[in-house]
């Protein structure tokens, strides 16, 4: 995410935390209420006094609880990095990580990788339809859940990852331009 930081400080302020369970060198993630809140007390803190736009983004499930979020919390915008809509790659529908996303009323920005194991595209199109909040996808053809593309591709368009992960960028930007109005 340190990559990432960096790219998204072009676009304005960019602010970090981490988890609970990170800080503590912990492996599992805490529950979900925790992690909210967490969450919460972190935007409270970056924002401050300050009434400015605020776009929450995060990978996986960093994107997942900022969405939450966005439910308790007037937030201009979420953008999701490999949302993780089928949890642990699961074909379950009771496993679908989908109910918070039919609640939002909150823009989001899908930026989704092809060979996405935890978000295959068909369920995510599925998904979108039934939602009611605007949104969008950003696919990143041969991109993984961390939104990396094959050597072999990269190879073939005669592009670097950084060339993909600034066209993401370019998306994110048109995107936030659009709801930070």
Known sequence: MEGWATRLATLGQVVR???PYMREGRRTPDRQPK???AHKLALADARGNQRRPVVLIGKSMGGRIGCHVALEEPVSAVICLGYPLAGMGSSDPKKRRDAVLKQLSTPILFVQGTRDKLCPLDLLARTRTEMSAPNE???VESGDH????TKGQLKAWNKTQDDVDLEIL?????????YTK
């Open 17 to 19: 935390f981490d988890y």
């Open 146 to 149: 961390s939104l990396q593309c």
């Open 35 to 37: 992690l909210i809140e």
């Open 170 to 178: 370019q998306a994110i930007r048109s995107f936030v331009a659009e």
């Open 137 to 139: 996808l950003f696919v």
